[in-house]
T-cell receptor
């Protein structure tokens, strides 16, 4: 089946620094990828829709200058958390739709970010 | 405004019995529904989906039922196994175009041996 991979799975960074999270579709091309964020014991909240070759679409309340999304190829989207603060500590998950698998959306393994 | 609702935050079931997880939605434009299983600090794992043109889809121990008139779907797991213990998320989408999923808040299932 389709596979979506994220890297890194866990990262700790200092306040004020930037962190990049990669999301790759391993065996299919994804023109669109989605980035979610999950706080402990809460649901997955959509942050933005990443479109290959164009600007990402951000959900209301998500700062586009803080969460930079780049979808430079059909198999890779990156999320960069800029000037990270402790409140950015969260579980970030990407997903992509595999059209050849009945439009099922597959998720990456997730990336746990801790800002200290 | 919660478009997808899972009103039971938790459910405990004995091993071997049936687990029934429920989900309600408010947006009648949704036409594609999915169930995901999730362990802590891991990405969701796709379980089963159903299109709005069907009312039932079965895959092994997992069956999803859709009642469009009631805007309700349910996931049945039978027989339940201890390894099924996880958080289950119901999600809805539009099948056309590259639209994201809208998730419920999840139901934590505990299967007791």
């Amino acid at each position: 089946g389709a596979v979506v991979s994220q890297h890194p799975s866990r990262v700790i960074c200092k306040s004020g620094t930037s962190v990049k999270i990669e999301c790759r579709s391993l065996d299919f091309q994804a023109t669109t990828m989605f980035w979610y964020r999950q706080f402990p014991k809460q649901s997955l909240m959509l942050m933005a829709t990443s479109n290959e070759g164009s600007k990402a679409t951000y959900e209301q309340g998500v700062e586009k200058d803080k969460f930079l999304i780049n979808h430079a190829s059909l198999t890779l989207s990156t999320l960069t958390v800029t000037s990270a603060h402790p409140e950015d500590s969260s579980f970030y998950i990407c997903s992509a739709r595999a059209s050849r698998s009945g439009n099922t959306i597959y998720f990456g393994e997730g990336s746990w970010l801790t800002v200290v | 405004d919660q478009q997808v609702k899972q009103n039971s935050p938790s459910l405990s079931v004995q091993e071997g019995r049936i687990s029934i997880l429920n989900c309600d939605y408010t947006n009648s434009m949704f036409d594609y529904f999915l169930w995901y299983k999730k362990y802590p600090a891991e990405g969701p794992t796709f379980l089963i989906s159903i299109s709005s043109i069907k009312d039932k889809n079965e895959d092994g121990r997992f069956t999803v039922f859709l009642n469009k008139s009631a805007k309700h779907l349910s996931l049945h797991i039978v027989p339940s196994q201890p390894g099924d213990s996880a958080v289950y998320f119901c999600a809805a989408s539009w099948s056309t175009g590259n639209t994201p999923l809208v998730f419920g808040k999840g139901t934590r299932l505990s299967v007791i041996a």
